[in-house]
């Protein structure tokens, strides 16, 4: 079954760049969809079809995906971005999660 | 505005069954793929299920083939999950979330709505 790698933990200085990575076989071939999940919270798409933002989302979330990797990428990362994130893939008519990312801001 | 809103969930033993409900509004429910998310506590996103538009085709993740079934009643603006033969690994907030689709190229867009989930414990 098809499989998405994502690091555990990511730390980042606020106003620095974050970068999030997402790996699977062919992963560039797919889309790649991204969630932000909040403690106690239902999970929000911040990034869908690899590099597009829903409306709503800042404009410092941006997304890109080739090769075996898809990477999150937050631009002057604040505060409020701290919580964990997980990368999403169609394989076949199934769908996959990556194991998620937890940011750390500090 | 969209809401979906999860009912069903409660502790059962190993073994029982459950049948979770999930009421959408706020969108043309019967335009879209529908599906259920699960999070076993402290862990991550584990898909489960997704039912097309019109109910015509389903698709389950392995680790509940042949437990689970998906469904959807259009009419009712519900889609629904039953839960046969539980085990405790089952133990998770159970999430429906909606398909979004591109108006212009059909394609996915992602799982744009979710429910505030329902806990589902499976315990002796």
């Known amino acids: 079954s098809y499989e998405l790698t994502q690091p555990p933990s990511v730390s980042v200085s606020p106003g620095q760049t974050a970068s999030i990575t997402c790996s699977g076989d062919k992963l560039g071939d797919k889309y790649t969809y991204w969630y932000q999940q909040k403690p106690g919270q239902s999970p929000v798409l911040v990034i869908y079809q690899d590099t597009n933002r829903p409306s709503g989302i800042p404009e410092r979330f941006s997304g890109s995906n080739s090769g075996n990797t898809a990477t999150l990428t937050i631009s002057g990362t604040q505060a409020m971005d701290e919580t964990d994130y997980y990368c999403q893939a169609w394989d076949s008519s199934s769908v996959v999660f990556g194991g998620g990312t937890k940011l750390t801001v500090l | 505005q969209v809401q979906l809103v999860e009912s069903g969930g409660g502790v059962v033993q190993p073994g029982r069954s459950l049948r979770l409900s999930c009421a959408a509004s706020g969108f043309t429910f019967s335009s879209y793929g529908m599906h259920w998310v699960r999070q076993a506590p402290g862990k991550g996103l584990e898909w489960v299920a997704v039912i097309w538009f019109d109910g015509s085709n389903k698709y389950y993740a392995d680790s509940v083939k042949g437990r689970f079934t998906i469904s959807r009643d259009n009419s009712k603006n519900t889609l629904y999950l039953q839960m046969n033969s539980l085990r405790t690994e089952d133990t998770a907030v159970y999430y429906c979330?909606?398909?979004?689709?591109?108006?212009?190229?059909?394609?996915?867009?992602?799982?744009?709505?979710w429910g505030q989930g329902t806990l589902v414990t499976v315990s002796s």
């Open positions: 979330a909606k398909e979004g689709n591109d108006v212009l190229t059909g394609l996915n867009t992602g799982f744009d709505y």
